[in-house]
């Protein structure tokens, strides 16, 4: 028997679901902790609680407004997300986290500037209730920042239980059934995977001695895993990509996902390379430069810091276009990212984006891009499909790496040896026919030969 939700399967029509896929239901409430109080986790706790009191729309969640096709055109179900899966509701979410500063989520919210102020005086109320917890944290990871609302003493071990009360402390203070954390703080600089994240023994080992090579990300990954929480990744930093942490969550039979949220410019390049790979039109460059002023683009100052950006940045047009494959079209074209902090900007970015392409006979053509977003606006709703997503899988019994939640991330996780998808069509038909799956509905091939045999 699949758990319920708001609306029954019986009173919408919907089938009886898949036999494999046990869903608990989503009683009690949810608690969301979040690593980094910052912008963008100011504006999700805002824009939840806005949505809760009826004074806004949830514009860009998948989970609130988005529909899902079953079976055939013909058959007109087009039933909400939220009411085809049983998610958490809105009302059950309860917020927690950490950070350097010791600013609540109000006064975070108001220095970055994200929201206006009488919007935002609206919610004093709940946001300035949301106090962070000390943050684990190195400055040899985020170099351009620093504060004062840290954990100081012990080895990182000690700071990882350390996480382990603070969780244990906010799951009983708030009576929270079920949480999900999700990484929304600074980026940290870039490093590959070492021998202390090989094995869980050896990174539990490397934890008690202190291993320069375990980022404060990991820390946190590690004590969300160990407390039985869902995690997901949304900065580039190497976090649970790694085999010690994927053996935690298997062992523990949970799930994670990342990483980097998939806001701005790398959203406008799944949309624009798919379209120009499908028509098989060539292309000679691409270059892409951003200016930003937010605490974001302040951190992305320090090259360190920079290059796990530029990594996720740069994977996302070679994994699209597939130069191996087509040669004649992409073999060696010139692609390169530039990210630059212009304070008076604030969180409000622009990013530029200078694409070369060919067409008939070599014939050389331009587009070009100028799309002023704002960075936390467009990863707001992101930060909520993903808590919602990852405690339904959670509830489902899906553990390790959550592919079907590509859709979301730059540098998406997949198994290893396994190349992503990048291809936001594809990852968006990936993560409704899992859906499809959950609830033992076909899986939309989009074939459409029954309609004129």
């Given at each position: 028997?699949?758990?319920?939700?708001?609306?029954?399967?019986?009173?919408?029509?919907?089938?009886?679901?898949?036999?494999?896929?046990?869903?608990?239901?989503?009683?009690?409430?949810?608690?969301?902790?979040?690593?980094?109080?910052?912008?963008?986790?100011?504006?999700?706790?805002?824009?939840?609680?806005?949505?809760?009191?009826?004074?806004?729309?949830?514009?860009?969640?998948?989970?609130?407004?988005?529909?899902?096709?079953?079976?055939?055109?013909?058959?007109?179900?087009?039933?909400?997300?939220?009411?085809?899966?049983?998610?958490?509701?809105?009302?059950?979410?309860?917020?927690?986290?950490?950070?350097?500063?010791?600013?609540?989520?109000?006064?975070?919210?108001?220095?970055?500037?994200?929201?206006?102020?009488?919007?935002?005086?609206?919610?004093?109320?709940?946001?300035?209730?949301?106090?962070?917890?000390?943050?684990?944290?190195?400055?040899?990871?985020?170099?351009?920042?620093?504060?004062?609302?840290?954990?100081?003493?012990?080895?990182?071990?000690?700071?990882?239980?350390?996480?382990?009360?603070?969780?244990?402390?906010?799951?009983?203070?708030?009576?929270?059934?079920?949480?999900?954390?999700?990484?929304?703080?600074?980026?940290?600089?870039?490093?590959?995977?070492?021998?202390?994240?090989?094995?869980?023994?050896?990174?539990?080992?490397?934890?008690?001695?202190?291993?320069?090579?375990?980022?404060?990300?990991?820390?946190?990954?590690?004590?969300?895993?160990?407390?039985?929480?869902?995690?997901?990744?949304?900065?580039?930093?190497?976090?649970?990509?790694?085999?010690?942490?994927?053996?935690?969550?298997?062992?523990?039979?949970?799930?994670?996902?990342?990483?980097?949220?998939?806001?701005?410019?790398?959203?406008?390049?799944?949309?624009?390379?798919?379209?120009?790979?499908?028509?098989?039109?060539?292309?000679?460059?691409?270059?892409?430069?951003?200016?930003?002023?937010?605490?974001?683009?302040?951190?992305?100052?320090?090259?360190?810091?920079?290059?796990?950006?530029?990594?996720?940045?740069?994977?996302?047009?070679?994994?699209?276009?597939?130069?191996?494959?087509?040669?004649?079209?992409?073999?060696?074209f010139y692609h390169a990212v530039r990210i630059n902090y212009y304070p008076p900007r604030g969180d409000s970015k622009e990013g530029w984006d200078n694409i070369d392409i060919f067409g008939w006979l070599g014939y050389p053509?331009?587009?070009?891009?100028?799309?002023?977003?704002?960075?936390?606006?467009?990863?707001?709703?992101?930060?909520?499909?993903?808590?919602?997503?990852?405690?339904?899988?959670?509830?489902?019994?899906?553990?390790?790496?959550?592919?079907?939640?590509?859709?979301?991330?730059?540098?998406?996780?997949?198994?290893?040896?396994?190349?992503?998808?990048?291809?936001?069509?594809?990852?968006?038909?990936?993560?409704?026919?899992?859906?499809?799956?959950?609830?033992?509905?076909?899986?939309?091939?989009?074939?459409?030969?029954?309609?004129?045999?």
């Amino acid at each position: 028997m699949l758990g319920g939700g708001s609306t029954s399967k019986e009173s919408n029509g919907l089938s009886s679901g898949n036999d494999n896929v046990k869903i608990a239901p989503a009683d009690g409430k949810l608690g969301v902790l979040i690593p980094g109080i910052g912008a963008v986790s100011t504006t999700f706790i805002a824009g939840v609680e806005a949505i809760k009191r009826g004074m806004a729309v949830p514009v860009g969640s998948l989970t609130q407004l988005a529909t899902i096709r079953l079976g055939k055109r013909t058959d007109n179900r087009t039933p909400m997300i939220k009411d085809f899966v049983p998610l958490a509701g809105l009302d059950d979410l309860v917020f927690g986290g950490w950070d350097i500063y010791e600013d609540t989520a109000y006064e975070a919210a108001a220095n970055a500037r994200v929201l206006e102020a009488p919007q935002l005086e609206k919610l004093r109320e709940p946001l300035s209730a949301i106090k962070p917890m000390k943050a684990v944290f190195d400055q040899e990871y985020v170099k351009r920042i620093n504060g004062p609302n840290v954990k100081e003493a012990g080895s990182k071990m000690d700071k990882a239980e350390m996480l382990l009360d603070d969780i244990r402390n906010f799951q009983e203070t708030n009576g929270v059934s079920r949480s999900v954390m999700i990484w929304c703080g600074s980026t940290e600089v870039f490093h590959r995977p070492a021998a202390v994240h090989q094995t869980l023994k050896d990174f539990e080992c490397g934890l008690m001695k202190n291993d320069p090579e375990i980022a404060p990300s990991q820390i946190y990954a590690y004590a969300a895993l160990k407390s039985g929480i869902p995690f997901a990744n949304g900065a580039p930093n190497l976090t649970t990509d790694m085999p010690a942490l994927l053996e935690l969550a298997r062992e523990r039979n949970i799930p994670v996902c990342g990483k980097d949220f998939k806001t701005g410019q790398t959203f406008m390049k799944t949309l624009i390379a798919p379209g120009l790979k499908a028509r098989m039109l060539g292309l000679s460059g691409w270059f892409s430069t951003n200016i930003l002023g937010n605490r974001d683009g302040e951190v992305l100052e320090d090259p360190g810091s920079f290059k796990s950006k530029e990594e996720t940045k740069l994977s996302v047009l070679d994994a699209i276009l597939q130069p191996k494959l087509h040669p004649e079209l992409y073999k060696d074209f010139y692609h390169a990212v530039r990210i630059n902090y212009y304070p008076p900007r604030g969180d409000s970015k622009e990013g530029w984006d200078n694409i070369d392409i060919f067409g008939w006979l070599g014939y050389p053509m331009q587009i070009k891009i100028d799309f002023l977003c704002r960075d936390s606006i467009l990863a707001a709703p992101l930060v909520l499909d993903l808590v919602l997503f990852m405690d339904l899988a959670q509830r489902s019994g899906m553990r390790g790496i959550q592919e079907w939640l590509s859709f979301y991330f730059k540098a998406p996780m997949t198994a290893p040896g396994l190349y992503p998808e990048h291809d936001i069509f594809i990852q968006l038909m990936k993560l409704k026919n899992t859906l499809r799956w959950m609830r033992g509905e076909d899986l939309i091939t989009h074939l459409g030969q029954e309609y004129y045999d």
